[in-house]
């Protein structure tokens, strides 16, 4: 089986995110003679011009960026063997630190409550979130709970999927959303997504139903595997920023529009999970009712999904890239 390299292609990012000097120039071989690799990086931040003051800042010159458990999964902030963290929220807030002309930290945070004591603004925030303390800005992914097939999707109808072995992970959200829809599966359970990926490609299941980032990470690296529809209504995941910090607000709303309109949010977003759909109404799945069943029953009843259960101790499979924040 072939699959797709888990990068595609080398974005014109930082070697080191966390200093926030993305496409900084690297001296050459025989400058590296003449000074270190320290004061080479000195000399790269000293160059920089801020575009925010330091009043607005909780660490002068530098861009904090809260992550929440929420981005600490893949593809937004997965871990790799050296206990540093990349992923779409790493990149995207780099490339936002350049374009305000500061380095950039990434922090653990809990909840945005923490904007303006522990960090600045907090990734991946649901861009409906009602609060009279933060606003969200630039909006980058969507949440939704999405099927993936092997092979060309080509449904987006409940009678399509109806019947059908699905592989779903144990104990998840996901697998609540499924047992309580008027949908009719065979369920599969598997211990990671990873596993279930595996299984779909191995013809074990029709589908794999999951959130559809993480899903879209793991699909981005088999050649053969896609989306094809989404179970739920999506939610928009953006930036919070504190409203009465209105010098950062305005200059990262600018900084978002200006990626976004130079093509650079979707190069750091599909760089991760590939080129996946818009979500909308139209990849919803037709014709079916969600919280209509509270219980799961076995196979030989009409009413729910049924099940059947995969052990694997493997970890949940992620990607890598250039950029790397150590929390």
Not at 124 to 146: L, R
Not at 251 to 273: N, Y
Request: proline share 3%; aromatic share 4%.
């Amino acid at each position: 089986m072939s699959t797709k390299p888990r990068l595609l292609f080398a974005v014109p990012l930082i070697a080191a995110c966390i200093t926030g000097l993305a496409g900084c120039s690297i001296p050459l071989v025989g400058e590296l003679t003449q000074t270190s690799v320290n004061d080479a990086y000195q000399t790269q931040v000293n160059a920089l011009t801020p575009r925010v003051s330091d009043a607005s800042l909780v660490t002068e010159h530098t861009l904090t960026v809260g992550l929440t458990a929420a981005s600490t999964v893949a593809p937004y902030a997965s871990s790799s063997q050296n206990n540093s963290y990349q992923g779409i929220d790493i990149d995207l807030a780099s490339m936002i630190a350049e374009q305000l002309g500061l380095q950039v930290k990434f922090v653990a945070v809990g909840s945005t409550d923490e904007l303006g004591q522990t960090c600045d603004i907090v990734m991946n925030v649901p861009a409906d979130t009602t609060s009279s303390d933060f606003s969200v800005v630039g909006t980058y992914t969507a949440a939704a709970t999405g099927f993936f097939t092997k092979g060309e999707a080509t449904t987006t109808k409940a009678t399509d999927i109806s019947g059908k072995k699905v592989g779903v992970q144990s104990g998840s959200a996901t697998k609540t959303v499924l047992e309580g829809s008027s949908l009719k599966v065979i369920e599969q359970e598997y211990q990671n997504l990873d596993e279930a990926f595996k299984g779909l490609e191995n013809g074990e299941v029709d589908y794999v139903l999951c959130d559809v980032r993480p899903g879209a990470a793991l699909a981005h690296s088999y050649s053969d595997i896609s989306f094809v529809a989404t179970l739920d209504d999506p939610s928009f995941m953006g930036i919070a920023v504190l409203d009465s910090n209105s010098e950062l607000k305005g200059a990262l709303d600018t900084a978002c529009k200006t990626l976004a309109d130079k093509g650079l949010q979707k190069l750091a977003v599909t760089r991760w999970i590939g080129d996946m759909p818009s979500l909308s109404d139209q990849t919803k799945l037709s014709d079916v009712l969600l919280n209509v069943n509270k219980t799961t029953t076995s196979a030989n009843t009409d009413t729910s999904s049924t099940q059947t259960t995969t052990n694997s101790s493997a970890d949940d499979g992620s990607t890598a890239g250039s950029n790397a924040a150590v929390l």
